[in-house]
């Protein structure tokens, strides 16, 4: 947090401002849901700021500067989200700690990314850029691990930086629209998708776990513990299940798809 | 170090204004009801922050605030309760709605990047965030009802 935050950026009037106003109206419009099947799709005023903090990037107000000195507030801003779910988590942490082993064995969940995703790369002839797109959720500590170990203009590379733009771009977005979703469409419990909903990201876990607790509204305090929690464990367990787990499964089963490919 | 404390205080409470506001526009609570709440947070991430940079181990300022946050509302912590009655008063979701405003602004520069990825990337990558949220939605499901805990 402290490196690479410029002095004075709580002068930028123009940018907190423009946050402001930006704020309100989302709030003002509120919470909208439509629903899809048997589904609920959740429009939440965050996801609207989002939107609108991206089309003032292409009006003439925000300038290169607004949008740079954005960027280390965002922490500032998590920070404030982490102290909360912190006093979240205290009162509930016998709760918690009950739920310890699922929370634990839940971070393994984060290999069904390579289950899911790679047979499909693979079919759609992506190359060695499916190792780096794949392995993991392509988040910061994952995209070190990558560049140390293939490079920066590798083909890895370059597929874990396109899942991390993709990430950084429209993964609250749509952690947020698929959240409330499944957990209204599947039979699974929505405790289990809050303990899934820490993916080791502050926006796209505020954003899965916002449209879950403004479909249970009842569970609300819960949802948030066990979402921050995991959310905490992945943040410090994710890099190191990606370097013994993730990264040489998914060499593995790349290995084996694309030699029954050729055979 | 006095100088960044001051520049961290002073943009929390940017921060912090802002989501009073909304928090208040959004879910009705007003800013005076809200603000000993706020300013628990606030003072929170402070802590936190100067922890991080007076003890010389890579541990990320985050953990520090959350853990100091769950310490001081821990049912076995004297005064807890008035901290956690006051940051209730606080909605989650009204200190996210500026954190994707600010987020959103700042994206903004990558957004060209973004265009750039062809649809495979798009396609894959989706796959990637609902694997992983499935993934562990699946093993919670099956442990925390093997606990009998849902």
Redesign the interface.
């Known amino acids: 947090?402290?490196s690479g935050?410029g002095?004075?950026?709580?002068k930028d009037w123009r940018?907190?401002a423009?946050?402001?106003i930006?704020?309100?109206a989302?709030?003002?419009i509120?919470t909208y849901s439509f629903t899809i099947g048997p589904g609920v799709v959740l429009l939440?005023?965050?996801?609207y700021?989002?939107?609108?903090?991206?089309?003032?990037?292409?009006t003439p107000i925000?300038k290169?500067r607004?949008?740079?000195n954005?960027?280390p507030?965002?922490?500032?801003?998590?920070?404030?989200?982490?102290?909360?779910?912190?006093?979240?988590?205290?009162?509930s942490?016998?709760q918690l700690i009950?739920?310890g082993?699922?929370?634990l064995?839940?971070?393994?969940?984060?290999?069904?990314?390579?289950?899911?995703?790679l047979p499909?790369?693979v079919w759609?002839?992506?190359k060695r850029e499916?190792i780096g797109?794949?392995h993991?959720?392509?988040r910061e500590p994952n995209v070190g691990l990558i560049m140390d170990k293939y490079g920066i203009s590798s083909a890895e590379g370059q597929g874990v930086m396109?899942?991390y733009?993709?990430?950084?771009?429209?993964?609250?977005v749509?952690?947020g629209l698929?959240?409330g979703f499944?957990a209204t469409v599947t039979p699974?419990?929505p405790?289990?998708?809050a303990?899934?909903?820490g993916?080791g990201s502050?926006?796209?876990m505020?954003?899965?776990?916002?449209s879950l607790?403004e479909a249970f509204p009842d569970l609300?305090n819960q949802i948030?513990a066990f979402a921050?929690a995991?959310n905490?464990l992945s943040?410090?367990t994710g890099l190191y299940i990606s370097i013994f787990i993730g990264l040489p499964l998914t060499e593995k089963l790349y290995g084996v798809m694309t030699r029954n490919k050729k055979g | 170090m006095l100088?960044?404390i001051q520049?961290?205080l002073?943009?929390?409470i940017?921060?912090?204004v802002?989501?009073l506001?909304?928090n208040w526009?959004?879910?009705d609570i007003m800013p005076l009801a809200a603000a000993p709440g706020m300013l628990?947070?606030?003072l929170?991430?402070l802590a936190?922050?100067i922890l991080?940079?007076l003890i010389p181990i890579e541990f990320?300022?985050?953990?520090y605030?959350?853990?100091?946050?769950?310490?001081?509302?821990?049912?076995w912590?004297p005064g807890?309760d008035y901290?956690?009655a006051w940051?209730n008063e606080?909605q989650?979701?009204?200190?996210?709605?500026?954190?994707?405003?600010?987020?959103?602004?700042?994206?903004?520069?990558?957004?060209t990047?973004?265009v750039r990825?062809g649809w495979?990337?798009?396609?894959?990558?989706?796959?990637?965030?609902?694997?992983?949220?499935?993934?562990?939605?699946?093993?919670?499901?099956l442990?925390?009802?093997l606990?009998g805990?849902?």
């Open positions: 947090m402290s935050m002095s004075g950026l709580w940018l907190h423009l946050v402001l930006t704020v309100l989302t709030e003002a509120g939440l005023p965050m996801l700021a989002l939107i609108i903090g991206l089309i003032l990037y292409f925000v290169e607004q949008s740079k954005a960027e507030i965002i922490v500032l801003g998590v920070a404030l989200l982490l102290a909360k779910i912190g006093v979240i988590i205290g009162p942490l016998p009950e739920a082993p699922a929370l064995l839940q971070e393994l969940g984060n290999l069904g990314t390579i289950l899911l995703a499909v790369a759609l002839g992506l499916t797109m794949t993991s959720v392509a396109a899942v733009i993709f990430g950084t771009v429209f993964g609250a749509f952690m698929i959240s499944l699974l419990h405790l289990s998708f303990m899934a909903s993916i502050g926006s796209m505020a954003a899965a776990s916002g607790i609300e948030v921050g995991s905490l943040l410090s | 100088k960044n520049e961290w002073l943009l929390l940017i921060f912090g802002t989501s506001l909304g526009i959004g879910y628990v947070l606030v929170v991430c936190g922050f991080h940079r990320p300022s985050v953990a605030i959350a853990i100091i946050g769950v310490l001081i509302s821990m049912p912590m807890s901290i956690v940051t606080v989650l979701l009204a200190l996210t709605t500026p954190i994707l405003a600010y987020a959103g602004i700042a994206i903004g520069r990558s957004w990047d973004f990825l495979r990337t798009i396609v894959v990558a989706s796959l990637v965030l609902i694997g992983t949220f499935l993934g562990s939605a699946l093993i919670s499901e442990i925390l009802s606990q805990i849902i």
